[in-house]
T-cell receptor, first 114, second 109 residues
Framework: ETGVTQTPRHLVMGMTNKKSLKCEQH?????MYWYKQSAKKPLELMFV???????ENNSVPSRFSPECPNSSHLFLHLHTLQPEDSALYLC?????????????FGPGTRLTVT | GQNIDQPTEMTATEGAIVQINCTYQ??????LFWYQQHAGEAPTFLSY??LDGLEEKGRFSSFLSRSKGYSYLLLKELQMKDSASYLC??????????WGAGTKLIIKP
């Protein structure tokens, strides 16, 4: 039990659809992260929120839009995606961003763009 | 640029010992992490090294040499459930994790 949940676990969407991924952490952490994991590639950091403020946006295309309404919840809004966006999207949390605390991961959302 | 290198795949026998190496070049260093990821599951934290030397935790040990930009994860008394991917990650000067592509470990009976 990691304490980080993600929904949905699987998502298939067309390129013109709009969908949202949800992440919730029950660990009392103050930093939350979105990662993209593609087969045989390193995890790619997409966004970081620390105390509800976005602190990192690693050149992510605008078709991905994050939202962090509070320290426990994180969303990733998706619109007009491309087939190359198909991947596993992982959410993680940690005590805070500016420290060497380990990150706790959710199980991920397997996204397929058709 | 920043880079983490680890072997793509390794095979070992149940009951044996395996060492997974990781070399890194990063902008600053605030520690090195090892994570385990079973297929279709979340990565889970295994170990953290920030000082040189060996950290032992049960069947798993992790070693760090900062001067060489090198770490390894040592797994002893291998069990079938150890079949997974092992991810090496370095925290850089901005406290961002830089990840390797992972090593898929296959355990054979």
């Amino acid at each position: 039990e990691t304490g980080v949940t993600q929904t949905p676990r699987h998502l298939v969407m067309g390129m013109t659809n709009k969908k949202s991924l949800k992440c919730e952490q029950h660990l009392g952490h103050n930093a939350m992260y979105w990662y993209k994991q593609s087969a045989k590639k390193p995890l790619e950091l997409m966004f970081v929120y620390n105390f509800k403020e976005q602190t990192e946006n690693n050149s992510v295309p605008s078709r991905f839009s994050p939202e962090c309404p509070n320290s426990s919840h994180l969303f990733l809004h998706l619109h007009t995606l491309q087939p190359e966006d198909s991947a596993l999207y992982l959410c993680a949390s940690s005590q805070t961003q500016d420290s060497s605390y380990e990150q706790y991961f959710g199980p991920g959302t397997r996204l397929t763009v058709t | 640029g920043q880079n983490i290198d680890q072997p793509t795949e390794m095979t070992a026998t149940e009951g044996a010992i395996v060492q997974i190496n990781c070399t890194y070049q990063t902008s600053g260093f605030n520690g090195l992490f090892w994570y385990q990821q079973h297929a279709g599951e979340a990565p889970t934290f295994l170990s953290y090294n920030v000082l040189d030397g060996l950290e032992e935790k049960g069947r798993f040990s992790s070693f760090l040499s900062r001067s060489k930009g090198y770490s390894y994860l040592l797994l002893k008394e291998l069990q079938m459930k150890d079949s997974a991917s092992y991810l090496c990650a370095v925290m850089d000067s901005n406290y961002q994790l830089i990840w390797g592509a992972g090593t898929k470990l296959i355990i054979k009976p």
